[in-house]
């Protein structure tokens, strides 16, 4: 769904993107909010996502009135449109209200109880100005959407699926049970930090007992423990609690404090309950990526005010560039590697490694790119990227290996 999303917003047209008549989005103060109607609402009066009243109120809170989204506009993004419809139209036949639909049995799975398809795809389906999906989708988590099931869950992916998809759903409609629901389930993943030994939370909690553990021989990784800042510290500028971005912080400075000097703040990827760091091979890709992601995403959402969060990014990206970017042979193709446990470098890169073509895009635009080394990079790991895909399924790899030494790629 996050790449059906992207592709949609992608694929507009400069035109169409820039046009403010388009994008209407609604201005910083509720009284500017006008009820606004497609022609599909002129004839259907109560498939309008969001009442006017709502937006008001909604308005007030977000310090701004939820936008409002008007479908396609050009084939390609049609028919990224009909692709999520048909996904949508196979879930709810068969699996609606559980987490995922099994394709080929069409029967359903539910490692979370908590809806995840709904969840995570409704700002998706308001993106795309899919009223009657958005308005299903709301419909159901206001009235059936239980946060807090007899259920051990994984607390990094309940917090950017479920808690995510919650808050980005209020920001996008202003519906009051969203932000309520995300609310009673971020207490109830509070327990993880609670139950711990230090400021790094356990990896897994019952979200019915509160009960908190780390499967993992008592380690979380990397980034479960540093990727859940954003969605906490969005939850208490809304609530008014700051127990959430303060509980939630505490994992990122004590991160901070152990400097991962052994390899100029590249971390190792597992850390158990005391705060300390076992070593493991040096990797962008699983269970540390995003890690470095939310360095400088943080420390925007925090308006450019806490340094050394950008002074981490920084220093994380020259290592970076130092210690995995490396060129293939004899293609000359750019890639991030990794450090092997006994310090060898291994031409290996994840799939989930391109989110930091995003990252250095951010540092470029946000004035850190001094030289423009940023930029460069990040056209090289983007070009990369998108090679992944050229192949005859028009399947990207989740892993990729490359030859360093002159011979075949």
């Known amino acids: ?85 048909h996904s949508w139209t196979g879930y709810k036949k068969y699996a609606w209200g559980h987490d995922e639909l099994l394709p080929v049995s ?24 899919l009223e009657t999906e958005t308005r299903e989708g709301v419909e159901w988590i206001r009235n059936s959407l239980n946060v807090s099931p007899s259920k051990s869950v994984n607390v990094f992916e309940t917090t950017i699926r479920v808690l995510g998809g919650l808050l980005s759903g209020y920001h996008l409609t202003g519906e009051e049970a969203l932000l309520e629901k995300a609310a009673k389930l971020g207490d109830n993943l509070l327990n993880a930090f609670t139950k711990s030994k230090s400021p790094i939370p356990k990896s897994d909690v019952d979200l019915g007992t509160g009960a908190a553990f780390s499967p993992n021989r008592g380690y979380s990784s990397l980034a479960e423990a540093t990727t859940l800042q954003l ?29 991962c000097a052994e390899y100029d703040g590249l971390c190792f990827y597992h850390i158990d ?13 699983a269970r540390a990526d995003s890690y470095y992601e939310y360095l400088i995403k943080q420390w925007l959402q925090t308006k450019k005010s806490i340094d050394w969060l950008r002074d981490d ?62 930029i460069k990079m990040a056209k090289k790991i983007g070009e990369i990227c998108h090679k992944m895909y050229q192949n005859p399924t028009g399947l990207g790899p989740e892993i990729i290996h490359f030859n360093i030494e002159n011979r075949t790629d």
């Open 1 to 85: 769904m996050q790449l059906l999303v992207f592709l949609f917003v992608f694929l507009a047209t400069p035109s169409d993107s820039l046009n403010p008549k388009r994008q209407r989005f609604f201005g910083t103060s509720s009284e500017n909010v006008k009820s606004r109607r497609s022609v599909r609402n002129e004839t259907c009066p109560e498939c309008a996502m969001i009442s006017t009243t709502k937006r008001k109120i909604a308005a007030n809170k977000l310090k701004r009135a939820p936008p409002i989204f008007q479908g396609p506009s050009n084939d390609r993004q049609r028919a990224i449109v009909a692709a999520f419809q």
């Open 106 to 129: 069409k029967r359903f799975d539910d490692p979370f109880q908590l809806g995840l398809t709904i969840v995570d795809s409704l700002d998706t389906a308001i993106i795309m100005g």
């Open 231 to 259: 969605e906490f510290r969005d939850l208490s500028v809304l609530t008014g609690d700051k127990k959430y971005e303060e509980t939630a912080f505490a994992a990122s400075e004590h991160v901070h404090k152990t400097k």
């Open 273 to 285: 309950e005391n705060g300390e760091f076992k070593k493991t091979a040096i990797t962008l890709g």
């Open 313 to 374: 990014f920084l220093q994380s990206m020259k290592s970076i560039k130092n210690h995995l970017y490396r060129q293939s042979q004899p293609s000359g193709l750019w890639f991030i590697g990794e450090i092997a446990e006994n310090d060898d470098f291994y031409p290996k890169m994840d799939h989930l490694v391109c989110f930091l073509s995003g990252s250095l895009a951010l540092s470029h635009l946000n004035g850190l790119d001094e030289n423009g080394e940023h």
